[in-house]
Structures are given as C-alpha cells and as structure tokens.
C-alpha cells in the first residue's frame, strides 16, 4: 500500500491510498481534491511533468509528443506542427484512458477511473467500496450502476433520522421507512419508533442491493421521537 499526496483537500495532509504497481504511473501528475471529494487530475498538452506530453524542440523547430505508460516513456514522433504533436499524443492517452473524453486542450482524469482502467474493471459507474473516496485500491474499487451506486452511499446532510432511509412524517406524527430503486420511491411502512424503520430498510436494501446495500447500524438504545 502506498500513499499519493494531494495539491489540496479538506485538511492540511490530505493523501490518496493506491496499490504498489499503481502508485508510480498515478504520481507522474499531480493531483487535487475536486469539489465532490474525488482525487482528480489534468494532463495537459505542454509543459507536462517528467517531460512528456508536447515540447519544443529548440533546435530543430519540431514538436515532440510522448507518453509514459507503466514507468516507460514512449516517444510518439516529432511533428512539423503543435497540433499535429497534440493530436498524436491525444490519440495516445485516450487509447489507453478510452471512457475518457478530451476537455479543453487537454485531459481531466479522475484516479479511481484510471485504476479501474490498469485493473481492467470495464463498467461506466464505478463505486468505492467503503465509501472512502481516497482510498483507491484495486480491490476497493467494483463495478455498479446507477442504482447500486446510490445504494451505497454514506447518510445525505439533509437526513435528521440518522438512519438511511428513515423520515418524520409530520402529518402523521410517526417514522417513514422508503427505498429509492432505479430511480422510483418504494414506502416500506410507517413506524412508532425509528429504529423499526431503519431495520425496514435494512431488510430493503439486502433484497435490492445485496453487497452493495449500505446498511444502517442501529443503535441498542434509541429514543422514539
């Protein structure tokens, strides 16, 4: 297990946790904390780090792309043109980062992507297994879909019940227990007490989302409201 350190973050030493055959190729580019807590990068198309990318070559007048894939660098040609180096390394980097789409001049990426990518986990929603958004190890990272994705996310800030899918339902004065499914709403029933509800939905989410249900912890001793 290694550690990359972040450009920024939500605290003063912030660091993403990868695999060892991962960390070299992810620490040839330098990484930030987006505003939704993903580790996330921009290649750009001059000037990159460990020099690749596209540079000038004083003394010829020519262009130069390359790439370094697993540690090695690879030289991709010298062009007549910028645009024609660009292009060529472009082509490069979306060859092997093919979900990825080019973005002002350059390529933003984000982590978990990349090592889902080495890894060979081919899905277009991909979900962290413990919910930690910097810890990108292989084996935490799985293949989902929208659904399971949602499923197993933390409590949303808006949530006073402190459990998933748990509500006061003012006009009735009692808890609601309800499951989102591929987009739909599901009642699960109207409790007393709101660690009934939240065993509800416990029992819910095992039946939707088997390993990928995030299941409340409750509490041993919970005060109806």
Not at 7 to 32: E, I, K, M, P, Y
Not at 117 to 140: C, I, M, Q, T
């Amino acid at each position: 297990m290694k550690r990359i350190r972040l450009s920024n973050g939500h605290h003063a030493a912030a660091v993403v946790v990868v695999d060892a055959v991962d960390r070299d190729f992810l620490a040839q580019w330098r990484w930030h904390q987006d505003r939704h807590g993903y580790p996330r990068t921009y290649i750009p198309l001059a000037h990159h780090r460990d020099g690749c990318g596209v540079a000038h070559i004083r003394h010829t007048g020519k262009w130069r792309a390359r790439i370094t894939v697993d540690g090695i660098r690879r030289h991709l040609g010298c062009f007549p043109s910028r645009t024609r180096a660009a292009l060529a390394y472009v082509a490069a980097v979306k060859k092997i980062y093919s979900p990825f789409q080019l973005q002002h001049g350059g390529q933003h990426l984000l982590m978990h992507q990349i090592v889902a990518e080495r890894a060979r986990v081919k899905a277009s929603v991909l979900d962290h297994r413990n919910r930690n958004k910097l810890d990108n190890r292989r084996k935490n990272i799985r293949a989902a879909n929208g659904s399971t994705n949602q499923a197993n996310q933390n409590l949303s800030k808006n949530n006073k019940s402190g459990y998933k899918g748990v509500s006061w339902f003012k006009s009735m004065r009692t808890w609601r227990a309800a499951i989102c499914v591929r987009r739909k709403s599901i009642h699960l029933g109207l409790f007393t007490n709101k660690k009934h509800a939240a065993r509800a939905y416990n029992d819910a989410a095992r039946k939707y989302f088997g390993a990928f249900a995030h299941l409340n912890r409750i509490q041993s001793h919970c005060p109806s409201r």
